[in-house]
């Protein structure tokens, strides 16, 4: 039996979603989740609860766990929920940005590059997500983080669903505006360039019902 815990499991399957391996209506079966990981049943239901109280998974009666698959309701709550939440938090980050948390949010992107340019485009686009998310961090504001973080969580679902733009997924050309913004310590502009970023990001989904995926557990987590 593997060491890994439920928490490690949740982390491991989350980044999956966010990197598009693992897509929207995808069953979770809690043999096949405990195969692959090499862990008990027990653990994968504690993983399993843990990933539907974050909106990741859903779990149905008498059917099992599924990753979550949002309406095209839910996609456009998604993005109107960002969009009221994260230029004020962009705005408050600039605010408040040294040196240092402008430094780490351009490693960032760098590792965002880096990515691209090994061909891993899943692991490009969970950090063009994550962006989001250490943004709320340099703002300091805890609870916005939370809910912006189960936001991103919710945009990986949405995109692999309805982006109907794949080749230009990972074009981040907002976020080293952002960078800018925050380098200069100017509110004003970080909180317009967010807005922007996200109205392109809508503007680059088509809202309409998607196909159903097939793929398997196994083969997602292999890549």
């Known amino acids: 039996m593997s060491n890994i815990s439920a928490e490690g499991i949740v982390t491991q399957l989350t980044e999956a979603v966010h990197a598009h391996r693992i897509l929207p209506g995808m069953k979770l079966s809690e043999d096949e989740v405990a195969e692959v990981f090499g862990v008990s049943r027990t653990i994968v239901r504690q993983a399993l609860r843990a990933l539907s109280h974050d909106g990741l998974v859903s779990i149905e009666r008498n059917r099992g766990a599924f990753v979550s ?12 929920a960002r969009a009221l939440l994260e230029p004020q938090t962009a705005r408050a980050a600039a605010e408040r940005a040294t040196p240092e948390d402008v430094a780490h949010l351009e490693r960032h992107i760098e590792d965002e590059h880096a990515a691209l340019a090994a061909g891993d485009a899943g692991r490009a686009l969970m950090l063009s997500g994550l962006f989001h998310v250490e943004i709320a961090r340099v703002a300091d504001q805890k609870t916005i983080e939370t809910f912006i973080q189960q936001l991103i969580s919710r945009s990986s679902l949405v995109i692999a669903l309805y982006w109907q733009r794949r080749s230009a997924l990972c074009e981040s050309h907002a976020h080293h505006a952002l960078l800018d913004a925050f380098r200069q310590n100017d509110p004003d502009r970080a909180e317009e360039v967010m807005k922007g970023h996200l109205v392109d990001l809508v503007s680059q989904l088509n809202l309409r019902e998607p196909p159903t995926e097939t793929r398997s557990l196994k083969e997602a987590l292999r890549g």
Do not use: G
Not at 69 to 75: C, D, L, N, T
């Open 69 to 80: 698959k949002p309406s095209v309701k839910e996609a456009r709550e998604v993005f109107e």
